[in-house]
């Protein structure tokens, strides 16, 4: 909305909305104290769950360590849930027990004022405002501004057998395995990942050229069902203790549940569903909202990086695209320059999850996973990110696209085991890296050869299955994504990305 149409909603809106209840004032640091990449936000707000949230994503601190407070160099972050005590007349009571105002729920965010304003909702995504709020939305325009990076990415550190480490960034959408990578245990000998970040990375190229990250957060805000000791155990030991969940259902022994968690219970366990009902497995309905969350200290994580807090970031050596794609797009593929990263990270699609707003199997446009995240207009996102590429004495991560989600066609089961047989593709990956020349050219990238990937002790994984190009797969892909580009960026395309687009046409019609 316009600006004078936002200044009369929120006219409309706060007035008397904190009434009856206590205002918090939250000073805080996303980023390491004292880190250059750091920056600063005061969050006002009307909810302890907030308050007692923000203790555990971000860095709150006392005034006197947060110097931009006093310069009014700082991001502003105005919530309340919009339901002033006593509990009288409109809106309609409570829905378990959350405060919150659905019908007048507005979240906007004020680029050139710095300034998130949240009316109306408890979620975390749209109350937490440290998080998706100032950390993407807000922070990507910053990081326009004055020429580094505000992604949603994923940051770990991989160490082969012999002990070199390397960093790598990586964009997912949400709830498409972000966290399990963040917190793999490879299942490859001899190699080890350590987790930076699960979400949210700040980069900048250093004086050396090198591009440096920081997570700028300090907690985990991660997606409950599915999450088991099967599929992420770094996450369920990093959750027994100081953490808040929200929406999932509980047990009469007193513990929390979800779809997935996968554990056993002592005979005679009752459930209450997130709604406040009774619930018993096999019930239609879910035990747990599928957006239910977990938030956790960073810090309790098994395996947190050494260097998670180094105020002068990570060395960043890959970034990797990925979302879930059932069919057509290979495993991994190695981008063949910067510029054609920046658009295979343009072109990302993915299946929606619970986190977005469209339900089912439906395909979305997601590039960069940034699509509900961009903090200006999508055209100079990209041209930012381009802009890189042409800069004299940069050290540029090589680009990387991943797909864990392939299925097979005939039986819908997943062609790869994912989770910590992942760490095979990162192996390949640190081997590129490292100058291996264990890739061969397709028309979408660079692929594998087939010895160079370790399928060794995976019966029944096909490499031809995993890397199969299809002419009419990408023949149809293109014309998706020409049609997506003209209707959505228009004339703020850069020329850059339509030239790739061409030239990934002119590949995949030479097959």
């Keep these: 909305m316009s600006p004078p149409q936002l200044e009369s909603a929120l006219q409309e809106r706060f007035p008397g909305c904190m009434a009856g209840r206590t205002m918090y004032a939250v000073p805080f640091s996303m980023g390491p104290l004292g880190s250059p990449l750091a920056r600063t936000g005061l969050q006002l707000t009307d909810s302890p769950y907030v308050v007692a949230s923000m203790r555990i994503m971000t860095r709150v601190a006392p005034p006197r360590d947060l110097p931009d407070l006093a310069t009014g160099d700082f991001v502003q972050c105005l919530h309340s849930v919009g339901r002033p005590l006593p509990l009288t007349g409109k809106p309609q009571p409570l829905v378990s027990h959350w405060p919150c105002d659905p019908a007048r729920t507005l979240v906007a965010h004020e680029p050139d004022r710095r300034r998130i304003v949240s009316f109306g909702s408890g979620y975390g995504g749209n109350s937490l405002l440290g998080k998706k709020c100032f950390a993407l939305r807000i922070a990507s325009r910053l990081a326009r501004d004055q ?64 591009l440096r990250a920081i997570n700028p957060e300090s907690g985990f805000f991660g997606v409950a069902p599915g999450t088991s000791e099967k599929t992420n155990p770094m996450a369920m ?17 007193g513990g929390v549940y979800w779809e997935g968690i996968d554990q056993s219970l002592p ?24 957006n239910s969350r977990f938030c956790a200290p960073a810090r309790q994580c098994p395996i947190m990086d050494p260097d998670w807090e180094d105020p002068r970031g990570v060395p960043i050596d890959a970034i990797i695209f990925g979302g879930r794609r059932p069919h057509g797009v290979p495993l991994v593929y190695e981008a063949f320059d910067w510029r054609h990263g920046v658009f295979v990270g343009s072109a990302m699609r993915s299946e929606a999850t619970a986190a977005a707003e469209h339900k089912g199997r439906r395909l979305m446009h997601d590039p960069f996973a940034m699509r509900p995240f961009f903090g200006y207009n999508a055209g100079h996102y990209l041209a930012h990110w381009l802009s890189l590429g042409y800069r004299r004495g940069l050290r540029l991560p090589r680009i990387f696209h991943v797909n864990w989600f392939l299925r097979d066609p005939s039986s819908g089961d997943f062609l790869w085991p994912g989770f910590g047989h992942n760490a095979r593709v990162l192996a390949w990956i640190c081997g590129r890296v490292a100058g291996e020349d264990s890739a061969v050219a397709t028309p979408v990238g660079l692929v594998p050869r087939e010895e160079a990937l370790d399928l060794g002790g995976l019966p029944g994984v096909s490499y031809q299955k995993l890397f199969a190009i299809s002419k009419s797969f990408w023949e149809q892909e293109v014309k998706e994504l020409r049609s997506y580009y003209l209707e959505n960026f228009g004339e703020d395309l850069p020329k850059d990305i339509m030239e790739e687009l061409e030239a990934l046409e002119r590949r995949v019609k030479k097959m």
């Design 267 to 290: 005979p005679g366990t009752t459930f209450t569903s997130w709604l406040g009902q009774p619930w018993t497995p096999g019930d239609p309905q879910p035990c747990a909202h599928p």
């Design 147 to 210: 020429g580094w990076l505000a992604e949603h990415m994923l940051i770990l550190g991989v160490t082969d057998p012999a002990g070199t480490k390397r960093y790598v960034a990586a964009a997912f959408p949400s709830a498409c395995g972000k966290t399990n990578l963040a917190m793999m245990t490879p299942a490859l000998p001899g190699w080890r990942v350590q987790c930076v970040g699960d979400d949210i990375a700040w980069m900048k190229f250093d004086d050396e050229g090198r």
């Design 237 to 253: 030991a990093t959750i027994r203790a100081n953490t808040i969940f929200t929406n999932v259902g509980q047990s009469s022994d």
